[in-house]
């Protein structure tokens, strides 16, 4: 079996890379992987075991039609983390969101439908949505994002979806609420707020706190993600959720706790324009179909993630944090 993940040094595609390095993903217990990555500030070659002899690693763009073309021949799957994504940046800086998470979607798609690849993943946020007032999303629901990120990936979506409609290629777009765990770089929401309280430093929260994110521990979203890869249905959009809905002031309560500290750490900042109030997902549908559960107890690996953080400061204070600002995501 052989697999190309793009994206696959940031946080969430490093995970699926080592979990299935170590054989934790069926059918590709075996499976030799090629890695492509950009390496921006958010990928990170030491997220991954590089120099494992079934791993291969291209430092390229997704954007890059000759490197992709040459990339997917041969291979029996292709799953999209590859994605600008932090949502600060989409406001001030659209266009690479555009390019990367619009075009560089349409690159690859292009290049798979040529190649005759088997199985196209398309890694999605609940952000393509907008925000909810009560109840949950399902899979049907309209696409209503309201940041330049969530309509580059938005966008993203529809182009994968429109090939699956026009040319038959299999296509499954899978739709995930925040991610949490190791790894993660420090301009989100946990880790920001980890590092800072570790080194003894200010918090920032936006606004009133009340913004609600439902969490995913990583891990249980590499599951969801596998779970369609192999199981799920040509064309078809997935959510996967972790069932824990916090405000950030809520989450802010828990690191300080966590991290031994108070709330006179925290500074309220102005808000983020258009901020989203709430996200909330509907993930009856891999449930049913893929048999598809989060594993991880929240308030379990949420303390085994600051406690990564804390016995691993190497890997962080090399990264340049964020400051004054906080994504929510």
Request: with cysteine; hydrophobic share 40%; glycine share 10%.
């Amino acid at each position: 079996m052989r697999i190309l993940i793009t994206g696959g040094a940031g946080f969430i595609g490093s995970h699926y890379v080592r979990t299935m390095l170590d054989g934790g993903l069926e059918e590709y217990e075996d499976a030799s992987i090629t890695v492509v990555d950009k390496l921006t500030y958010a990928g990170n070659l030491a997220n991954l075991p590089v120099g494992h002899p079934r791993l291969r690693f291209v430092e390229g763009d997704i954007c890059d039609t000759e490197l992709i073309g040459e990339l997917v021949k041969g291979q029996d799957a292709v799953v999209n983390f590859a994605a600008e994504s932090h949502v600060d940046r989409s406001l001030y800086g659209a266009a690479e969101f555009i390019r990367t998470n619009v075009g560089g979607t349409q690159c690859l798609l292009d290049a798979c439908l040529h190649a005759e690849v088997p199985r196209f993943v398309q890694v999605s946020t609940d952000e393509v949505y907008g925000s909810i007032e009560d109840g949950v999303w399902t899979e049907e629901w309209p696409l209503r994002p309201n940041s330049p990120y969530a309509a580059a990936k938005a966008g993203g979506d529809l182009i994968a979806l429109a090939y699956a409609a026009t040319h038959g290629l299999d296509v499954r777009v899978t739709r995930c609420c925040n991610n949490y765990g190791p790894f993660q770089h420090i301009e989100k929401l946990i880790p920001l707020f980890v590092t800072r309280l570790l080194a003894e430093q200010t918090v920032p929260l936006y606004g009133d706190g009340r913004n609600v994110r439902e969490w995913v521990h990583v891990d249980d979203h590499c599951r969801g993600v596998h779970a369609v890869l192999t199981g799920g249905r040509a064309g078809e959009v997935y959510n996967i959720g972790g069932g824990t809905g916090l405000t950030n002031r809520e989450m802010t309560e828990r690191l300080l706790a966590l991290c031994g500290a108070d709330w006179s750490r925290v500074r309220e900042v102005a808000d983020r324009k258009g901020h989203d109030l709430r996200y909330a997902l509907d993930d009856g549908k891999i449930r049913r179909e893929l048999g598809y559960r989060p594993r991880v107890p929240f308030e379990e690996g949420l303390a085994d993630t600051v406690l990564w953080y804390r016995t691993h400061p190497d890997w962080w204070k090399r990264l340049n944090s964020v400051t004054g600002a906080v994504v929510s995501r």
